[in-house]
């Protein structure tokens, strides 16, 4: 249903060593050249979240949009975060016409 890395939870502990912890939430980006993209932000608790608690850290996902994604997984690559479900999501390019160096 939603899962985070070993590796993944390592560098959201790290970016909260020394600071208070905040829920992340884990959502839908719906803009951008890239396209939509599962993107991961701190936020507030709401009351259509759906809570997962790991090691103390509170993921926050939208029921709703929990419903459509799951199964989520968070990871850790080289060039950051990786947020993967089962939806398939367009690249972006063709859906906003853009052309040039971020699309080519």
Same mark, same amino acid.
């Given at each position: 249903?939603?899962?985070?890395?070993?590796?993944?939870? +390592?560098?959201?502990?790290?970016?909260?060593?020394? #600071? @208070?912890?905040? *829920?992340?939430? /884990?959502?839908?980006?719906?803009? $951008?050249?890239?396209?939509?993209?599962?993107?991961?932000?701190?936020?507030?608790?709401?009351?259509?979240?759906?809570?997962?608690?790991?090691?103390?850290? +509170?993921?926050?996902?939208?029921?709703?949009?929990? #419903? @459509?994604?799951? *199964?989520?997984? /968070?990871?850790?690559?080289?060039? $950051?975060?990786?947020?993967?479900?089962?939806?398939?999501?367009?690249?972006?390019?063709?859906?906003?016409?853009?052309?040039?160096?971020?699309?080519?």
């Amino acid at each position: 249903m939603f899962n985070v890395s070993e590796k993944a939870q +390592e560098q959201i502990k790290i970016y909260f060593k020394g #600071k @208070e912890l905040m *829920p992340v939430r /884990v959502f839908l980006h719906k803009g $951008g050249c890239g396209g939509p993209q599962i993107a991961m932000a701190l936020d507030e608790k709401k009351e259509s979240d759906t809570i997962f608690t790991i090691e103390d850290i +509170e993921y926050l996902v939208d029921s709703e949009f929990l #419903k @459509e994604a799951q *199964p989520i997984g /968070v990871d850790f690559i080289e060039s $950051g975060f990786k947020v993967t479900s089962r939806l398939e999501l367009s690249s972006g390019c063709s859906s906003c016409g853009t052309e040039g160096s971020c699309c080519s």
